[in-house]
């Protein structure tokens, strides 16, 4: 009897283990098959998403105001059509199971293939017609995600009764419920986890590219140099890529000069660097971008120079003008291995917006450099100077660089007139202007100041380097061949380090050094010493 009993036991126990078993496991089934419904509706909403940035993409591209070209233009607009119909057919895949989504997707289509035929359609009023039939899907899917998550959370409340219920029945039962619903469980919640990280990453992915659109469109839209393009990529690209600092690097013969930049790279606006033994000449060589996890432990970067700038890890990618590589753009990090493929992406579009900048805004800069230009000698003129100096005088003090002025003078420039001709000092000014240029680095400005007097301002420059820069002038002015017989320059040289707090401070004593110059001789230099009670140390050639 008892063999009996305890047979019937074992079987009521096997009959309830296996039907509470069966029962469980169909509970994360419902639950599963919710979940995967309320993915579903998360991917239809993206797709919505995605389809409202490449309407407004579009409708950037048939509003920019660049170089006609139509076979381009008519790429683009094949390259826009195609990929919102491929968006379109994804919405009505998705969206098989609803009649009424159904419905509104062919008007939608519609409506985008009228706008996209005829650019004279292209107006607010058809924009904010498909902006509308967008809102209305979406909120459709909206309500729809929410009526879903209920009936999960239903799911989810019937599978917690259960396992109570089997545990009350036997403990065996229970244990082996709670076993098999925490797998489950862990299964469901990974999947879920997956599906969100999922749609999270595609929603990044559509908040950078639609970031990267808003760059362009600032570029077209406010006309922007290439200066001031450079600047606007270089904060968004911080921003996008979570960067401590960004620059751009421009070629100048075997050096890379910083020539815009932002974050923690913004104190070393004119900074130059050799391009052999860098990551940047690397990247220039190579026509690749290249990214850099550790500088410390990679061969391939000059190391005293990512020291100098506090950089442990970046991106380069180069630029392009008309077929060659002129720079190159890079996100830098004081951490290691901070950057990621996503970022890569970003860096790539940034620099190809870049990239086409400079290549739009060759034009606009050819004529800005005319308004800025000295006709007769092709230095800068004084308005650009003094331009240049306010701007640069601001930064030094701002990041405590250096900054040096020299002024020079023409000696007995009225008697070479008197006695040769005008269209003889003309001569002789269009030569002086070119024995300057020589001496000057791009980041520097030299400039006509005025008649004979000529200016130059030299970057990151100590009094010391400005000195020397003045002695090689004074020299090659001596050596130069002159028409009418030997022509030598006066000089003065005043410098930021010496504690002056305004430009005008600035010129006014290179300007007394340069009278000095003359009053002692002429053909020589003199420098503004920092102990200003002493005068100043003329040096004679």
Known sequence: ???????????????????????????????????????????????????????????????????????????????????LRQTIAELADLTADNSAQQERIKPLWQAISTRLVSAETDSAANYLEIADRISEMSSEEEQLLKAREVKWQQAVRAAQYQFLVTIGVVYLLALYAFRLSRSEANVREQLLTFEREKAQTQRNLAERMAKIAQVQQDIIYERLNYQGAMEVITRRAQDITQADGVVVEMQEGKELVYQAASGTMEPFIGFRMQTEGSLAGLCIASRHMIRCDDTEADARVDKHACRKVGVRSMIVVPLQHLGEIVGVLKVASSRVNAFTADDEHTLQFMAGVLSATLRDATLSEELKTRASTDAMTGLNNHRHFQEFLAKEFGRAHRYDNQLSLILGDVDHFKKYN????????????????????????????????????????????????????????????????WPHGAVTMSLGVSCLENGYAAPPELIAQADKALYQSKAAGRDRVTIVTADLSAGYLAQSR
């Not at 995605?50 to 139509?70: D, G, K, T």
């Not at 005008?422 to 202007?433: K, P, S």
């Not at 820069?469 to 061949?481: P, Q």
Request: glycine share 8%.
């Open 418 to 481: 008197d006695t040769f001709g005008h269209q003889a000092g003309d001569e002789v000014l269009a030569q002086v202007g070119a024995i300057l240029k020589k001496h000057g680095r791009a980041s520097d400005c030299v400039a006509r100041y005025g008649g004979e007097e000529f200016a130059l301002i030299l970057t990151q420059t100590s009094l010391a380097g400005a000195e020397v820069v003045a002695n090689r002038i004074c020299e090659a002015m001596r050596a130069a061949e």
């Open 1 to 83: 009897m008892r063999c009996r009993a305890d047979l019937v036991s074992l079987a009521v126990v096997t009959v309830l283990l296996v039907a509470a078993g069966v029962y469980v496991s169909g509970i994360p089934r419902m639950q599963m098959e919710q979940g995967r419904w309320v993915a579903h509706t998360h991917e239809v909403l993206h797709q919505l998403e995605i389809l409202s940035s490449q309407l407004a993409q579009a409708r950037v591209h048939q509003n920019a105001q660049l170089p006609p070209n139509p076979g381009t233009v008519q790429e683009e607009q094949a390259r826009i059509a195609q990929e």
